[in-house]
């Protein structure tokens, strides 16, 4: 199973419509698993590039 790491949640949004009715909805996060050392790791796109960076030097 993997860990979570990011603190980050989604956004809040609303659908608009031709006739300017507002509806909730909200946008997700882009998750990627990342494996370092053996641990699986989920993440956003943003942070698994900083990981990649740094652990894979």
Known sequence: MA??????????AKNVSHANN???RKQNL???YV???G???K???REARTFR?????
Do not use: A, C, G, M
């Open 3 to 12: 860990r979570k790491i990011t603190s980050k949640r989604p956004n809040k």
């Open 22 to 24: 507002k509806t909730n």
């Open 30 to 32: 882009n998750f990627q």
């Open 35 to 37: 494996t370092i050392n």
């Open 39 to 41: 641990v699986r790791f």
């Open 43 to 45: 993440t956003t796109t």
């Open 53 to 57: 960076k740094l652990f894979n030097k």
